[in-house]
């Protein structure tokens, strides 16, 4: 029998601008960071300690304990894991919080999608202040929201009277700061987070996201403590980054229990497996030993920061565990030459700027070493 010659149109390569996607996709690409097999990778802000060997048994414990029961869904409200998380935000960060003010979901990227879910969404705005986390617009565009830009000072803070200017034109629904700030490091005045909130509120009642996904390297300490007397005032985290957890992929808000109420409208059924519960909870149980590795982390930022200066670069003063750096006519070509010596670190977008994430001493002294071997090629 004569084999069916394939047509011309199923042939061709599609392309995705070829598809009926919606307009506002078009064009655009996906999150990512270049994952290359080099000796030393400082690109992704991971924390770089694996963890503990009791940790990593007590994890098998508890996801074996979960295996024996797969065959039931897990606990759609994973009531233990936010009574645990509510726990460790109370300890750690100065403030009374319940069951009720806390939500987990897989990442903190998805806490932020089910709050634009339910807060944004087509005919809706968000907005934020670049650069900033690429995701928060990201996000907005996956979820219909129209995404406004607002601006940073060259010292990459927020500049008050500006943003609230573009708060009372634009009157958006949903307001996304990030302190300490990513890719900057930067932290923000708890007055200028006040001052913010109060004018989305008088704008139109607003909900007003701090992303604190690195708070735990901070200098200071986190603004968990102004959501009292705030309903619309929201702090996301992650275990991705203090927790050593990156591959869990467990991210958590702080809220009003209405808040809370609000995203479970759109949460999937059932959206946090059982084995991802277990595991979170494992690591809830040594937040002491995860928290010492945090340490050393702010002490080896303290010291990339120290000596980059040194070297002659500009360095952004960093309250996370990754350092911003530069200024280079060409930014992408010193990333290059960094390569070439074995180390990668993130061309972030911000003209003239690279960032390096804060790695082991061995891994810090590696880039050092490459950084000296490149300026001094550079200044030849």
Request: proline share 6%; with cysteine; hydrophobic share 40%.
């Amino acid at each position: 029998m004569t084999g069916t010659t394939p047509s011309t149109s199923a042939a061709a390569a599609v392309r995705i601008d070829d598809l009926p996607i919606r307009d506002e996709l078009r064009g655009q690409s996906p999150y990512g960071a270049p994952q290359l097999h080099v000796p030393v990778r400082l690109n992704t802000n991971e924390n770089p300690y694996p963890l503990p060997d009791e940790l990593v048994d007590r994890i098998a414990e508890r996801v074996a304990d979960a295996a024996r029961e797969l065959n039931r869904y897990p606990d759609r409200d994973a009531a233990e894991l936010r009574t645990k998380l509510a726990a460790y935000l109370s300890e750690t960060g100065g403030v009374e919080l319940g069951t009720a003010n806390v939500w987990a979901a897989n990442g903190s990227n998805e806490v932020l999608q089910q709050l634009l879910q339910a807060f944004g969404g087509p005919g809706r705005t968000a907005l934020g202040f670049d650069p900033s986390y690429s995701m928060h617009a990201l996000i907005a565009r996956g979820t219909g929201t129209d995404w406004i830009s607002g601006t940073r000072r060259p010292d990459y803070s927020i500049d008050l009277g500006e943003a609230l200017a573009a708060i009372a034109e634009h009157r958006p629904n949903v307001v996304f700061l990030c302190s300490p700030n990513n890719p900057t490091g930067t932290a923000l005045d708890p007055a200028v987070v006040e001052a913010v909130y109060d004018a989305a509120q008088a704008a139109r009642p607003s909900l007003v996201i701090l992303d604190e996904a690195y708070i735990e390297f901070s200098h200071g300490v986190s603004l968990l403590t102004l959501l009292e007397g705030r309903p619309n005032l929201v702090v996301s985290r992650t275990m991705s980054k203090a927790f050593g957890a990156a591959g869990l992929r467990l991210g958590y808000l702080a809220a009003d229990p209405a808040v809370v109420d609000a995203v479970q409208l759109v949460r999937l059924p059932y959206h946090l497996s059982a084995v991802t519960q277990a595991t979170a909870l494992a690591c809830l149980e040594h937040t002491g030993t995860l928290l010492g590795y945090v340490a050393e982390l702010k002490q080896q930022r303290d010291r990339i920061v120290a000596e980059l200066t040194g070297m002659g670069c500009e360095v952004t003063a960093s309250d996370a565990n990754f350092v911003q750096f530069g200024r280079f006519e060409d930014a992408h070509a010193v990333w290059q030459a960094i390569l070439d010596h074995g180390v990668l670190v993130r061309d972030n977008g911000v003209p003239g700027m690279l960032r390096v994430t804060a790695g082991t001493d061995a891994e810090n002294t590696a880039f050092l070493d490459a950084m000296r071997a490149v300026l001094k090629e550079i200044n030849r």
